[in-house]
């Protein structure tokens, strides 16, 4: 019997028990775990006694420190009495409603509830075949050791540890659920999406102690998402390396839905959902081996967190199930609860820097091609100016082609009409031309209409005046002025010609002359720039009919000579 000092500083571990349950009464050792004989298939009570002394002395010390009964793990629902008394229980209700999790309890009681000398605790437990029943050991002693000690530490690991990867998993796959219908559908997001949310769901088997709904329907729940879990995540890891098998898929996805149904019409049996994952322990390690091959094979770092996560998780899955056996696995921790939760984390991890890689790449794409694109809209305009210059200029003198002066004459005629402005036309023509191209040769004829080209071209200073080539040696000039001034620049025209002798090869300076006729008018509805050409043109004919070197208007004398 432990003196008070000793329960001070040890607490005293319960492995005794008295079991009473539909098989009778029999003494027990604690861990112990119930026998199908033991309880009805749809539920029924059984009880476990747990006879010890306690010394005067420590109930006494419970005054000022409370002693506290610390169970690492009571079975599917649990009612504590002391002596006769109630005095903890999983949760309130009634027993059959509740659940007692996997995870420690500890009931701290008043001092004035122990008795010195012999007491009992009795565990009222309500077994049904859904789940696995018992009770492991019990320990008395003060409910700080515990709080500081195991309960502690077994409470951190069970409930804040779990907890928290559940969450991360729940919000990893919200997220990536989000991404998929983002990207329309998108399988990889989806799945694991998918993988995530039923990981966080079946952690609710850790922490609703009263489920909402009727326990046989809460344990279908949790054992059904537990049993999609497993398939999703083959279809997450099948997905990412992009092996898209419909064999696979729909194997998977059959197996997804039937699990359920099967889940259901056996009540949520223990033995037929175990039956269920037997598939799983074949093909999972075959999968897990083909992953890391895949990723050896990529040589990717991502393939390599993926298949090194889905194998780990293979791996635990084993060595939980050599590890905790009998009663071990009813007291025992699951590493596998831990494990898939940290995988998802992971999981998502690589996805999500996978994704953030992708971003990357397309952002650095797209500045690429924005580049490309404005270079080529660049090198588009300016290839689209050239063309507008050579659809409008003529190749040989760089002045309006016949075609643009057209287009000229018709705005300059229609501007004229609107303001009621004079319009001239000057027809230039190079005298005797074809005899010098007979005598110079052809090229040196063209270099000569390119020379009085450029004459045109300084003369003709103002913006609004235009220099076309009309055709062969003959250039036209469509000017805003009226007869007075059209005659005054024609002769300036002229006299530049005269007065610059042409060269030619570089160095023979040839002088030529240019007849211009001229026409200048107002323009009207009675009239047409046809006939303001046809004026010129006469009176360019008058000009060479004259003697050509002279300037003669439509209708007036020839003023130079
Ligand atoms: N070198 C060169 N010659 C041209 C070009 N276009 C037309 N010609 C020549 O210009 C000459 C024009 O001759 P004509 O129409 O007889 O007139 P012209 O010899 O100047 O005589 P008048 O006009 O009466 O003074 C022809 O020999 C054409 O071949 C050209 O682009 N380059």
Redo the contacts with the bound molecule.
Sequence with gaps: MPCAGALAAQPQVLRAAVLTSLAGTQEVTLPHVLGPADFAPEGSRVRYRLDFELPAAAVAAAEDEPLGVYVPKMSLAGRLMLNGERVGACDLGALEQLRCLHRPYLFVLPASQWRAGANTLEFEIFATSRQMNGLSSVSIGPARLFGDGPYGWRRFEQVTVANGLAWAAFCMGGIALCVSLALRGECLYGWFGATALAIALSNLNYTLTAPPVPPQFFSWFVFSVNQAMVPLLMLTVLSFFRRDWPWARRGLIAFMLLGPAVVWLSGSNRTVVALLYVPFVLFGPLLAVAAIRWAWRSHRKADLWMALSFFSVVAVSFIDWFRLTGRSAFEGTYFVTYVIPSTIVVMGGTLASQLATALKTARELTATLDKRVAERTEALTLANQRLEELSTTDS?TGLANRRHFDDILAKEWQRARRLRHPLALLMI??????????TYG?????D??RQVAQILKQRLLRGSDTAARF???EFAVITSMDLEGALHIAELIRQDVENHPVSVDGVDAVHVSV?IGLSALVPDGSRSPAQLISLADEALYRA?RAG?NCVRAAAAQCVAA
């Design positions: 040989l023509d190079v005298d005797h031309f074809k005899q010098f191209n007979d052809h090229l040196a004829g063209d000569c209409l055709g062969g040696e007849s060479k050509r």
